[in-house]
């Protein structure tokens, strides 16, 4: 208890400042490519605020991408494609580096609902361990979420990479 309550104030602190820093960038983790729900909800985000790249990592082929987003009247050169990723938690580990770099601090996160708890998760894992905040913004949909064994395996593989580098057992394998 003794320990828990100096983690809860730091936990409660963060929380509250992140709600005064103004996010620099939109980050969107690619979803299902068929219908580009993430996209077009992205697309019309990006309209109240329109001084701020757009990354997304992942998701539809970038023509598909573009069109949604050119369609909407968002120009396309705040687009930052990256298809590095083949899951949730290298959405954020082959992006958070790039995002560091460009001075990025704070972004607005775009999952679906569905899937917000574990990107929640591996965010504060992932992109918190490069001091960058952000404020969850989910794209509503009619999906239950999803399990939370998801969230906890996920979790777990964002602390590994953090202290290891490794996202996965695949990738480590092909770094030896």
Known sequence: MFLALPLMMLWGYKEIQSQFVKPQAILVLGGSTSK?????????????HPNIPIWISGGSPPKATKRVFAKA???????????RANNTVENFTTI?????KSGVKSVY???SDYHMRRARIIG???L??????????????????EPIEKS???????????????????????KQ
């Open 96 to 100: 958070v580096d790039d995002l560091k």
């Open 109 to 111: 996160l775009v999952t």
């Open 124 to 126: 504060e894992i992932v």
């Open 152 to 174: 906890i395996r996920d979790g777990v593989r964002a602390i590994v990479w953090v202290a290891t580098g490794f996202a996965d057992a695949d990738e480590f394998q092909n």
């Open 128 to 145: 918190g361990s490069r001091g960058i905040d952000f404020r969850p913004v989910a794209v509503p949909s009619q999906t239950s979420s």
């Open 73 to 83: 009247g968002v120009d396309t050169k705040r687009l930052r494609l990256d298809y």
């Open 36 to 48: 580009l729900e993430r996209e077009k909800f992205t697309a019309d985000f990006a309209h109240q």
